[in-house]
């Protein structure tokens, strides 16, 4: 068990559980602060409504994740029960790569008009 996270393009009239991921990380506790803080001021739900649905991602919010991990200077998380927070710092590192790959993926669907999503659940 544990915090699973994904990020992916579908239609309007798709279900998001029918989209494929194209990213997936798992327990990246400082990814999952940083979309939870964004998930809180865009929609002023409590984070752990983001547990099983979805959040939008815009131009602006790329722009950013892509210079907080750049800087090596996503947030740190208090932690939940599965996010896996006692090694987050590591598991930044170790991820840094794909979070810069997918910044650059993300920017390319907006791009071409798609829209793109980030979904969790532990």
């Not at 547990?51 to 994740?65: A, K, P, R, S, W």
């Not at 979070?99 to 390319?108: G, L």
Request: with cysteine; glycine share 6%.
């Amino acid at each position: 068990m544990g915090l699973d996270q994904c990020a992916y393009t579908r239609p309007d009239d798709q279900e998001p559980s029918e989209a494929p991921a194209q990213f997936i990380w798992r327990k990246h506790a400082k990814l999952q602060e940083f979309m939870e803080q964004l998930y809180v001021e865009r929609t002023g739900n409590p984070a752990d409504e983001l547990n099983c649905g979805e959040l939008e991602l815009l131009t602006e919010d790329i722009e950013q994740l892509k210079q907080l991990v750049e800087q090596d200077e996503l947030p740190t998380s208090a932690g939940g029960f599965f996010y896996g927070h006692q090694f987050q710092d590591e598991s930044a590192a170790e991820y840094r790569d794909q979070d810069i790959e997918f910044c650059a993926w993300a920017f390319a669907e907006i791009d071409i008009g798609n829209r793109v999503y980030f979904s969790c659940w532990w």
